[in-house]
């Protein structure tokens, strides 16, 4: 049975007290004390005198005037900032999240755990976390699976970079995960309409929504992991050869290791990696979820503050009663001398370049214009005209019988394969004719089939081909 991580954890760190320093209503100011001094430890690798973390700690003890001595501790809350200062000093030293080595000479130096270091880290990474991102670690996976030259030359260095990218990729769904529940509590707890449409806006479709986010759906995962998890399955656990092969370079870099430890190994690794590639579409779908969440949530926030903290709000509901309270049973007609004395209504802020006149918006009068009646019968012209418009609008309808027609005048018979650098669209109907051949390339009636050039390689950035007042993305055209 492998060891407990707490057994290694403790011995690591040589008791529990190393964690219990941060529990406890004390909590806040050893966070900030332990955070001072290792930025302090950072730049003085000889370390520091003991005068001066003491120096540090009373300042620290300044900015948490609620801080009280524990029993722990070993003073009395009538100690002096100094007094305590040495004793918390002693208390670090004595959970190892301080050192003090011995010396030969008369100077005591304090340095600050490589553990506390590690673990203050962490702690800044929750408070500060890093902005989302999504980059191509998974679609790199369904790449190299996808790639039978580096699975037939090198397919344990392959199943090696995979488990590492879907692990990267993993951790990045998860920080997205957390960065739209982080921006959902800030949406919840924003007061004012000006501070909830930042939230949206500015951070929100800044850092997630134009950003990672669309990234995430751009990356198509849901159609490319399926496949990877049965290319795992057929082409590296179900070839005997691969395994071999893998199974030989596992044993190439641990000679020690027996043959069926070796073998083992590689077919836990390919287990884990099937386990990593299906969780993502879970994690993606919850991510999904949590988007329509944040969305819906921000408007309904939006709406309450909309309701109940719109600037001026009270000024002019106060107003309203006061003109319902004077005029309560009577009936105001047009002549201004005939209202009551009411409250001044003033405008805030109000800018009319021109004036108040400019509000005056002079009526426009229209000349009527009178329709002529059509005729009861056509005459022969009409139908012609008729007939020819119907023509022209059949020409130039987008249907799958207009692309076949536009494949067909191209030249070469069945399998034939035309680049899209070589279509002609100079004619009239030329770009109409292109609308259609894109339109329609999935269609079952369509008598060509479509190749587009990233499906050869979906790492690159397709190159484009300019046509005849357009560009378009490289393909080619098969005849069927």
């Keep these: 049975m492998s060891e407990h991580l707490s057994t290694a954890l403790f011995r690591e760190t040589r008791g529990p007290g190393f964690f219990r320093v941060l529990a406890g209503r004390n909590a806040p100011f050893y966070v900030d004390v332990l955070n001072a001094l290792e930025t302090e ?13 003491i120096l540090l700690i009373t300042e620290t003890l300044e900015h948490h005037p609620d801080f009280e001595m524990d029993d722990e501790d070993g003073g009395e809350t009538s100690a002096t900032p100094r007094e305590k200062a040495r004793l918390l000093l002693d208390k670090l030293l004595r959970h190892h999240w301080l050192d003090e080595p011995p010396r030969r000479d008369w100077r005591r130096t304090i340095h600050f755990d490589a553990h506390g270091a590690t673990l203050i880290t962490a702690l800044r990474k929750i408070a500060w976390p890093d902005a989302a991102v999504f980059t191509d670690k998974l679609i790199a996976v369904c790449a190299m699976l996808a790639d039978e030259t580096e699975l037939s030359e090198r397919p344990w260095q392959t ?8 692990r990267e990729g993993l951790n990045e769904l998860r920080t997205m995960q957390k960065s739209v529940q982080r921006f959902t509590r800030r949406q919840l707890e924003e007061e004012t309409l000006k501070g909830n449409l930042e939230t949206i806006f500015d951070d929100y479709s ?11 759906v751009r990356a198509r995962l849901p159609l490319r992991l399926p496949e990877a998890v049965i290319r795992i399955a057929n082409r590296l656990m179900g070839d005997s050869t691969t395994i071999s092969e893998m199974q030989t370079e596992v044993l190439r870099r641990h000679p020690a290791m027996s043959a069926e430890t070796a073998r083992c190994t590689v077919l836990n690794a390919l287990d884990e990696l099937i386990d990593l590639v299906e969780r993502v579409l879970p994690m993606a779908d919850e991510i999904d979820r949590r988007t329509a969440d944040f969305t819906r949530r921000s408007l309904s926030r939006f709406r309450y503050l909309q309701d109940v903290t719109g600037e001026r ?10 003109v319902n309270r004077r005029l309560t049973g009577k009936r105001i007609s047009h002549h201004a001398s005939e209202l009551p004395d009411l409250p001044d209504f003033r405008l805030p802020a109000v800018k009319l370049p021109a004036g108040l006149d400019s509000l005056y918006s002079p009526p426009v009068h229209r000349v009527s214009i009178e329709q002529d009646a059509f005729e009861d019968t056509a005459d ?8 020819a ?26 399998g034939a394969r035309i680049a899209s650098a070589d279509l002609d669209i100079s004619k009239e109907s030329g770009f109409t004719d292109l609308i259609s051949l894109l339109l329609h390339a999935e269609s079952a009636e369509a008598r060509y089939r479509l190749e587009p050039d990233r499906i050869s390689d979906e790492t690159e950035i397709p190159p484009l081909d300019t046509l005849e007042g357009c560009k378009v993305e490289r393909f080619s055209i098969i005849k069927k």
């Design 41 to 53: 430890a950072a730049d003085r690798p000889d370390g520091m005198s003991r005068e001066e973390v």
């Design 380 to 387: 022969e012209g009409d139908r012609e005209a008729g007939k």
């Design 389 to 414: 418009g119907m023509g022209k609008a059949l020409r130039d309808s987008l249907t799958v019988q207009r692309a076949n027609s536009f494949i067909k005048s191209l030249a070469g018979s069945k």
């Design 313 to 322: 709000r009270t000024e002019i509901k106060a107003m309203f009663e006061t």
């Design 159 to 166: 199943v090696e970079n995979c488990l590492s990218n879907v």
């Design 206 to 216: 800044e850092q997630m929504s134009h950003a990672c986010y669309a990234e995430l």
